[in-house]
């Protein structure tokens, strides 16, 4: 009886052990030096208090910082949603066989390393960067357009590698939706459009709620991207944490930007999440 | 006046005919079921009519008007899905008003009728519940709700009773032609089951292979099959092969192996014959007076009837029984089988299924 009980147990302490070591110990650890204090001369003190947090939120650096990055994140999982969802349903109506090669073609941002995939994105949005000099030879423009070091710049290519999982969760959820609903509406009168915004949207959202859960949290915390298409200039909270980290060399402060970072995407995912079931409750079960 | 007639109506996929010539009208009022096995090809007529599959041939026509143009949505077909199709993100009220919604009936008409509609099918109470909240028989009625809020001139149910269990389908049968018939409305059923078939429509028409093989009223397609196919679908059914000639005095005779037969009066010339024999006409008697004796192989009680499986000359014969509280034949016992002549049905050779 008591080896039946510990069996689960014994099957997900790999598991297990992986999550505490990897994922609850630097958390823990962060927190904890979030409270410590941080001298120029004598570096980490092992003091106890909230004054990290009372810096950043006392100082309106930091809040348009924080608020910058919401937008850039908001941006981009609006964008995703909204090319995601009537790519989602297309490949549901695909022909099995291309929709395998669809498939391929969606996922390709994923197959590529993040700086690789960023640096192509600088040589597209550069000041003369390819997009510039072909809207300058055609004589549309005189002088560039600025999207290198803007935000418009890191949400495009945020958009670019975060559209995959908003169609993948947006597919799974219309995959579970009875096809002959589409029919039925279509039978009393409904025209296509009608369909989609009626019929098959509502029953998409457990999959828009779910993809923009991920791309939401994904880009709120993205580094590379912002890094490099952002520079010094359009300084994002990861980027801030990185740079109080290894330049200040204010840990204690870095950890307390982090920590509050985490807390708010939670929150706003929290919030977002109790909405939108409240709102759509009749699909999720 | 027929409300629909199909003529010579035909779909290939590719090489294979799904649906061969099917010629078939509906009168107002009636309710008409097309009755087949699976891949028979009455679904395919199904979406063929609701407008969801294009014909390859023939023509549909409702009320004299072609279909062949008109887009699924302006059809004004009733139809309930074998799934129901519920939309799971609206309750009762709004699944039924969906229809009325789009064809822009004003608010309080739409109201009024959905209150009707639903009063029709005894789900006033749950108005406001999402579809996961009900059992399979308040889905099932909430989908003929759906359907018949649009007042719809034909209502299409494709195996409506298919996902409910044993008991609950058979409360639904009287259910639906009791609705059928308060709400007036012409219907075609496309089922596999054939005590459904029986049980609710005026007409069944049988299908196999695409094709229609018999349209009658349930009593005459039972009582009276053109085939064997039909007579072993419909019910149960013994099929005796046979030989037809004539007897002395201008009677005719059945030969089936070394027994004869009577063989009831019959427009068929002699030759070979298919027999069928339903095992409810079948009597046990006593020795010297049967037709036949055979052995029980098998019995099973079934409640209300006993049936037996008796190896006789013919071959094995089922044989069912009403109980009455008597004692039965068990197995290993000889019985004496006796009929009435008039009840063997004299069908084509080789048309069994």
Not at chain 2, 170 to 185: N, P
Not at chain 2, 191 to 210: C, F, K, N, P, Y
Not at chain 2, 268 to 287: K, Y
């Amino acid at each position: 009886m008591s080896g039946e009980r510990a069996r689960p147990w014994l099957l997900s302490a790999p598991a297990l052990l992986l999550f505490a070591v990897m994922l609850v110990t630097p958390l823990v650890m962060t927190a904890i030096l979030s409270f410590n204090s941080f001298d120029f001369y004598g570096g980490i003190q092992p003091t106890f208090g909230l004054g990290n947090y009372a810096d950043v939120l006392g100082d309106g650096y930091f809040y348009e910082i924080f608020g910058r990055t919401f937008l850039i994140a908001l941006a981009t999982t609006v964008i995703c949603a909204l090319i995601g969802t009537p790519q989602a349903y297309f490949l549901l109506r695909m022909h099995p066989f291309w929709r395998s090669v669809m498939i391929l073609v969606v996922l390709g941002p994923l197959l590529i390393s993040v700086v690789v995939r960023t640096l192509g994105w600088a040589i597209l949005l550069g000041n003369n960067g390819v997009i510039n000099e072909a809207l300058r030879n055609l004589g549309l423009i005189e002088r560039p357009l600025k999207m290198m070091y803007t935000s418009g710049g890191i949400v495009l290519a945020l958009v670019h590698v975060m559209v995959p999982f908003m169609i993948l969760a947006v597919w799974a959820a219309l995959q579970r939706q009875d096809p002959a609903t589409e029919k039925a509406a279509e039978s009393l009168g409904a025209k296509p459009i009608t369909v989609f915004r009626r019929i098959v949207l509502p029953q998409a959202m457990p999959g828009i709620l779910s993809g923009s859960l991920i791309v939401f949290s994904l880009s709120a915390s993205a580094f590379a991207t912002p890094a490099i298409l952002g520079g010094r200039r359009v300084k994002v909270v990861s980027t801030t944490v990185y740079d109080e980290f290894l330049n200040t060399l204010n840990w204690p402060l870095g950890a307390a930007i982090a920590i509050i970072l985490l807390v708010s995407v939670l929150a706003i995912m929290v919030a977002w999440n109790r909405l939108v079931e409240k709102r759509f409750a009749g699909v999720f079960q | 006046m027929a409300i629909l007639e199909l003529r010579d109506l035909t779909k290939r996929f590719g090489e294979t005919v799904a649906v061969d010539r099917f010629t078939l009208s509906v009168e107002k009022g009636e309710f008409v079921s097309l009755l087949g096995p699976s891949g028979c090809g009455k679904t395919t007529t199904l979406q063929m009519i609701a407008g969801f599959e294009t014909p390859t041939g023939g023509s549909i026509a409702l009320n004299g008007r072609d279909l062949s143009k008109v887009p699924a949505r302006a059809r004004g077909l009733g139809i309930v899905f074998q799934t129901y199709a519920l939309f799971p993100h609206m309750t009762v009220e709004e699944n039924v008003g969906f229809g009325l919604e789009m064809r822009k009936v004003p608010a309080d008409e739409r109201k009024r009728r959905i209150a009707a509609t639903l009063d029709l099918v005894h789900l006033s109470h749950l108005a406001t519940r999402y579809p996961r909240q009900m059992s399979g028989g308040q889905r099932q009625r909430v989908a003929l709700a759906r359907a018949l809020v649009i007042e719809p001139e034909l209502l299409l149910l494709d195996e409506p009773l298919s996902n409910l269990d044993a008991k609950l389908r058979e409360e639904m049968q009287l259910e639906l032609r009791r609705i059928q018939q308060e709400a007036g409305v012409t219907t075609l059923l496309v089922t596999h089951d054939q005590s459904e078939a029986m049980a609710l429509s005026d007409r069944i028409a049988v299908m196999q292979g695409g094709r229609l093989i018999q349209e009658a009223t349930p009593f005459e397609a039972y009582d009276r099959p053109t085939n064997g196919f039909v007579s072993s679908f419909l019910g149960k059914s013994n099929a005796i092969d046979a030989h037809l000639e004539a007897g002395g005095a201008g009677t005719t005779q059945l030969r089936c192996g070394d027994i004869r037969l009577d063989a009831p009066a019959s427009s068929h010339g002699p030759g070979a014959v298919l027999v069928s024999l339903r095992p409810e006409r079948i009597e046990f008697c006593g020795a010297g007076e049967g037709i036949v004796s055979g052995t029980v192989v098998e019995r099973v009680f079934l409640g209300d009837q006993w049936l037996f499986k008796v190896k006789t000359g013919l071959g094995e014969l089922l044989v069912v029984r009403r109980n009455s509280g008597r004692r039965e034949p068990e197995v290993g016992e000889t019985v004496h089988l006796s009929w009435q002549a008039e009840h063997l049905r004299l069908l084509e050779a080789g048309s069994a299924a």
